[in-house]
């Protein structure tokens, strides 16, 4: 992964080219998880779902819901801010030709698994996505077969958390209607819901 990292840094020496941090509020009721850094997007800019399709939608449908300052996120060091979120993804690196293997999984998932630790009882985690949600699953140290993803699917964790399940917001999916914009605000118009009680 380490000399994949180097070798699109060379090409692109203006891109983060990094393992890419969570964005937003470290003592936030809202984690969104996604799968992983975009070439053109958070690899390039340092910022989750920034540069490319995906974080279009994403942003917003979390300025929509009262979680972030502004509709936009164009890099990382732009004015916007979170509102009680957190976006992270499952895995923090790009993975070769955009799709992560399980072993790339599994090495991130202790990261994850400190990010979940974090949260306050009451909180919401919003996974993009079946990866992400089966990661989520997997670091909670939870039965992949008690929690099948579904779009919309709700669990009460027993931790006091609750996961919330969206398609991922890709151009793929948004582009087919696989998932529409009603959809994928629904989703956050719930986990606005349960935050507020």
Known sequence: MANFLDEVGEQYPDYFARPVPAFGDDSAQLLVVGLAPGMHGANATGRPFTG??????????????????????????????????????????????????????????PFLKQELQGLAAGSVIVALGSIAHKTVVAALGLRQKDFKFSHAAEYDLSNQLTLLDSYHCSRYNTQTRRLTEPMFNHVFERARILIDG
């Open 52 to 109: 490319d399709h995906a974080g279009v939608l994403l942003y917003e449908t979390l300025y929509r819901n009262g979680f972030s300052t502004g509709p936009d996120s164009v890099s990382s060091d732009d004015d916007l801010k979170l509102i009680n979120c957190r976006i992270t993804n499952a895995v923090k690196c790009l993975p070769p030709q955009n799709k992560p293997v399980a072993s790339e999984i599994n090495n991130c998932r």
